[in-house]
């Protein structure tokens, strides 16, 4: 069973940046898997963020692209999420997600968007708070 721990949320005023982690375990080395983030903040509803397919390539929302960069160190089962730039709009409860099988980083966007009931595994988030 895929289990995802994320760390490095905080607080932050706007402009500045943080750097999200997302340990997973439980992953064999067989697997293929799509992993993302997406957030949500208060009254509102799921949104993808950024996404990385096993071929390393990637996808972003449109909010995000030029500020948010995710990568990951397959060697150390982490997947990344550095936050630039950062806007109080930004604010929200990030989590990490992963989608097993051939899913591109789009179709795993759309997926944390609207079917994230769909995901493989989900973490429990890390709060992310930027003042103006």
């Known amino acids: 069973q895929v289990q995802l721990v994320e760390s490095g949320g905080g607080s932050v005023q706007a402009g500045g940046s943080l750097r999200l982690s997302c340990a997973a375990s439980?992953?064999?080395?067989?697997?293929?898997?799509?992993m993302g983030w997406f957030r949500q903040a208060p009254g509102k509803e799921h949104e993808g963020v950024a996404a990385?397919?096993?071929?390393?390539?990637?996808s972003y929302t449109d909010s995000v692209k030029g500020r948010f960069t995710i990568s990951q160190d397959s060697a150390k089962k982490t997947l990344y999420l550095q936050m630039n730039s950062l806007k109080p709009e930004d604010t929200a409860m990030y989590y990490c997600?992963?989608?097993?099988?051939?899913?591109?980083?789009?179709?795993?966007?759309?997926?944390?968007?609207?079917?994230?009931?769909?995901?493989?595994?989900r973490g429990q988030g890390t709060l992310v708070t930027v003042s103006s």
């Open positions: 439980g992953l064999t080395g067989s697997q293929t898997v799509t």
């Open positions: 990385i397919d096993s071929d390393g390539i990637t």
């Open positions: 997600a992963a989608v097993t099988g051939y899913v591109t980083a789009i179709q795993a966007l759309g997926i944390m968007t609207r079917a994230p009931h769909a995901l493989s595994a």
